[in-house]
């Protein structure tokens, strides 16, 4: 990357993104290479211009801003991301970091926390605003003493491994048994070993346990 940080802004409203533009390209070191007005027109702006940056708007028309980072960081893996947003609540957040994003900035942050995010971003380092910074230590904390509380998947044979992955991935008794040539019957046997030895109640619980393992992720 050179010492000129190269950004595409991703937003739905004109407006919004000519006050970007005024701002930024007030900087000595950034330079605006193009404009996408939603998920799909980001990814293929990316793709064209390979931006050091996206600033990207979480909600847009289409495909909105997670969906257009996952592809983004998939494709363009040396292009960072950077959410500029209205929406502050936890599930963007989480959502747009599981996505790839590289930091999240909300739009009533100040200018200069603006400028200072995307230059953190074009060095390849994070950036996340005080408050929401906060609320991923939180995450973290929370995590981490359930996870010390729960028993490990190691207590699970590997046939009740691969029946607890085949559960969390959504498919029936009847799919499980069909896929492990094995009776529907002894499908429901290895589910409520499962649920027994791991001290859980119901599908929700066993998709949860299943993603904090490792069993599955977010594309499965």
Do not use: W
Not at 42 to 69: F, H, Q, W, Y
Not at 83 to 91: N, R
Not at 149 to 162: C, F, H, K, V, Y
Request: hydrophobic fraction near 40%; glycine fraction near 6%.
């Amino acid at each position: 990357m050179t010492d000129e940080i190269r950004l595409l802004l991703a937003d739905d409203h004109a407006v919004v993104r000519s006050g970007l533009r005024l701002l930024l390209e007030a900087q000595p070191d950034m330079v605006i290479v193009g404009e996408a007005e939603n998920g799909r027109d980001a990814i293929s702006r990316t793709a064209e211009l390979k931006p050091d940056v996206v600033l990207m708007d979480v909600e847009m028309p289409g495909m909105n801003g997670i969906e257009a980072t996952r592809h983004i960081k998939r494709e363009s893996p040396q292009t960072a991301v950077l959410a500029l947003t209205m929406y502050e609540d936890d599930q963007y957040f989480f959502e747009m970091l599981r996505a790839g994003a590289c930091g999240y900035v909300p739009k009533r942050a100040a200018p200069d926390e603006l400028v200072s995010a995307i230059r953190a971003a074009g060095r390849g380092e994070v950036f996340l605003y005080p408050s929401l910074a906060g609320r991923l230590v939180q995450d973290y904390l929370v995590r981490r003493d359930v996870e010390a509380q729960e028993p490990p998947a190691g207590d699970l044979t590997a046939r009740e491994q691969e029946v607890l992955t085949l559960i969390a991935q959504g498919l029936s008794n009847g799919e499980i048994a069909e896929q492990l040539v094995i009776s529907a019957k002894t499908v429901d046997r290895h589910r409520e070993n499962i649920m027994r030895k791991l001290n859980l109640h119901n599908r929700v619980d066993l998709v949860k346990y299943a993603l904090r393992k490792g069993l599955i992720d977010l594309e499965d």
